[in-house]
């Protein structure tokens, strides 16, 4: 696996997590890099997204002011600072590049997909 997404785990509401995008072979330092979700019986969706030198952002409305979308380029990294979490931000939380600098918030626009890692949110 190259593409791996990280710091998942089981939180109380209200509380924060942060996840990590690592890619172990390759640098994405050009590439737009979104984060995604899925919950259980429902289709994967957009969170947020970052262009290439971390100067653009877009968040999905729900999560918008409570989630930070960040990048490293140093090490590679992309984060995303989750706060105030809520029981339904419970969901399998996936990194994806993009081809483009500035990829929005389309999963076409995502050509690379990594593992996801599991966030859930108890009331």
């Known amino acids: 696996v190259q593409l791996q997404a990280f710091g998942g785990g089981l939180v109380q509401a209200g509380d924060s997590l942060r996840l990590s995008c690592v890619d172990s072979r390759r640098t994405f330092s050009n590439n737009g890099v979104g984060w995604f979700r899925q919950a259980p019986g429902k289709e994967r969706e957009f969170v947020a997204s970052?262009?290439?030198?971390?100067?653009?952002?877009y968040y999905q409305n729900n999560v918008q002011g409570r989630f930070t979308i960040s990048r490293d380029n140093g090490k590679n990294t992309v984060y995303l600072q989750m706060n105030s979490l809520k029981p339904e931000d419970t969901a399998v939380y996936y990194c994806?590049?993009?081809?483009?600098?500035?990829?929005?918030?389309?999963?076409?626009?995502?050509?690379?997909w990594g593992q996801g890692t599991l966030v859930t949110v108890s009331s």
């Open positions: 994806a590049v993009s081809r483009f600098s500035y990829p929005g918030r389309r999963l076409t626009n995502y050509h690379y």
């Open positions: 970052i262009n290439w030198n971390g100067g653009s952002t």
